[in-house]
């Protein structure tokens, strides 16, 4: 009975996504109860890497991968592909750079309805070489992930990877940082390119909903005249990326990234067991996701040290890279906190 | 620079805050950063004994008082007033029945801007007798929990309290289970009390933003003919009690709880550091809070086990009493997450 009565209550609030998903020009629907076009983004292996320089066991970058599959989660991002060049294959792990045998030994040929997808950064990808054609990959979608100034580089790596025939996202990171007038030319650059869907990114964990529900109204505003879509990628500094990833379903954006406990860098992200309680697409399923974060993820804790913590609120307060906090967390000695965020002060 | 930013981005949020305020009558202010009608309430000690029987150290309590009024919060919760014919003081630590002079003990004649308030549970408390009349008392404040089917109680502890000079709180608690009928109808008995605010408690961590809002409204209206404010208390269960707490605010309520870390009952509260982050009026200040959560307030952790974890997450997803969830998490071993998440939707 207290299941119905939340259910209906709930009604409510899908009502009020139904209403927007007019936005992207869906079919007019009166009484649904979740939105088909949302896509669940699983980043549990590619941000956690950045907690432990992307050296997971291949037993839990299974366990994700099966946890994804049986939770019914629409892609995977398993890593980056980025540079060995750049960074030493000696001193990270697998998931830094993603060769296709190594992906491969997690999912064979992946014969499931989950995409994959990895990452490649802006100017620290060899994306011409390193990302093969999608015919002979298991990846589905490449996601670039790209600073402001960095958009013109990050436009030339979405055209390679859709010329190459891989799905493709804009992941604009620090959106909080991005003076409005950059922010709107870039958005009129992707709007013209092949791209299929353009992230905010509150890689700060700084902006409050009424913020992200902004940027949202900004992206969806300069992509109305394509099928673009708008996605929304958040931290947890301030405890609000689960809260800031419903009002940015709310406002219409359709890729909704999360990772299983909130694993990722420093606060982490929307944890994936909220969304998926709070969406109500019966193809998404909890139970195996409980499983997953109870025997693999959770006992990496102590170990990786993400999630919400004091240090990583005072960057997300200050508008910062988590990278101070993650200094402080990572000392043998905890200092004073009291006196990280007097210096955090002075530092802004 | 970067705070210069934040702080801009902002004040969207914080005039939105503004135009709300006219819901109340407050005078129409065009720029200004902050609305001073907004209280916080400490309810760490409060709340948190929820964890531990009301067994906290005295300097524990004291650490906290000099943190609240250090940090400039309005309203200290110490303890429950509740009966020693019903809870043995064998069983339980002095703070589940504040004595005048425990409470002394602590604040001496609190000669601070501090107001002190306790807690009194309908059906729990011998308030008439327990209660002494405001001017033998250093507590500023009785705050009434009750349930809905409680109400006609609860007025009678209010007009107890009122008579004896405190101010006075109504906190409704299990809002995400009342009937809607029946919450009219309590509402507008409470309109013609005595009672200062009157809460919204979100006593399982089940309401989502929307859901808060729409509480807060109806709350509002069915006040708006006289003075008496409106407050929210949230749970963190599915991480939202910060989130829940701004969009109460936005709304209208002046009135928020919390609690250092979020100490309290399973998930715990919305955060005192979130929220003094958030708020601009400049009476209130970090710095002291957070030297008293990373001294006094994190140590006792690993014992109290309170905070977001998945079997409050579940218990809020079902509109549930923790009370399983801490009883899983009680045992020495951990069962399977996923067999509690059965067994809670059977017992939906």
């Not at 950045?50 to 991968?65: G, I, K, P, Q, S």
């Not at 960095?150 to 025939?165: S, V």
Request: proline letters at 4%; aromatic letters at 8%; a negative charge.
């Amino acid at each position: 009975m207290a299941i119905e009565r939340i259910h209906q209550i709930t009604r409510s609030v899908l009502n009020r996504i139904m209403d927007q998903s007019a936005l992207n020009e869906a079919p007019a629907r009166k009484w649904l109860t979740y939105r088909p076009e949302i896509k669940l983004i699983d980043c549990t292996i590619r941000d956690g890497g950045l907690m432990n320089d992307h050296r997971f066991e291949a037993d839990t970058v299974r366990a994700v991968y099966q946890a994804c599959v049986a939770g019914g989660i629409d892609y995977m991002e398993i890593g980056y592909i980025n540079s060995r060049q750049i960074f030493s294959p000696d001193e990270h792990g697998p998931w830094k750079f993603c060769a296709e045998e190594d992906i491969r030994g997690i999912v064979g040929d992946n014969g499931t309805p989950l995409k994959l997808a990895a990452m490649a950064d802006a100017e620290k990808s060899d994306y011409e070489t390193d990302i093969l054609p999608s015919d002979e990959s298991v990846l589905d979608m490449i996601r670039v992930a790209t600073y402001i100034h960095q958009i013109p580089l990050a436009l030339d790596m979405i055209r390679d990877a859709h010329e190459k025939g891989y799905e493709t996202t804009l992941n604009l990171m620090a959106a909080s940082t991005v003076p409005e007038s950059e922010m709107d030319e870039a958005l009129s650059m992707l709007a013209e390119s092949d791209v299929d869907a353009i992230y905010v990114v509150d890689s700060f964990g700084a902006l409050y909903s009424e913020q992200v529900e902004a940027l949202v109204d900004k992206f969806l505003n300069a992509l109305q005249s394509t099928d673009k879509q708008v996605g929304i990628h958040a931290h947890n500094n301030q405890q609000l990326a689960f809260a800031n990833t419903i009002q940015a379903l709310i406002r219409g954006a359709n890729y909704l990234d999360a990772s299983l406990a909130g694993l990722g860098r420093g606060a982490g992200n929307c944890p994936m067991e909220l969304i998926v309680g709070f969406l109500h697409n019966p193809k998404f399923r909890l139970r195996p996701l409980l499983e997953c974060i109870q025997y693999d993820v959770e006992p990496m804790r102590a170990e990786l040290m993400w999630g919400f913590d004091l240090p990583y609120m005072i960057t997300g307060l200050m508008n910062q890279h988590p990278r101070a906090g993650m200094r402080f967390n990572a000392a043998k000695e905890r200092g004073s906190m009291a006196r990280f965020y007097d210096e955090m002060e002075d530092a802004g």
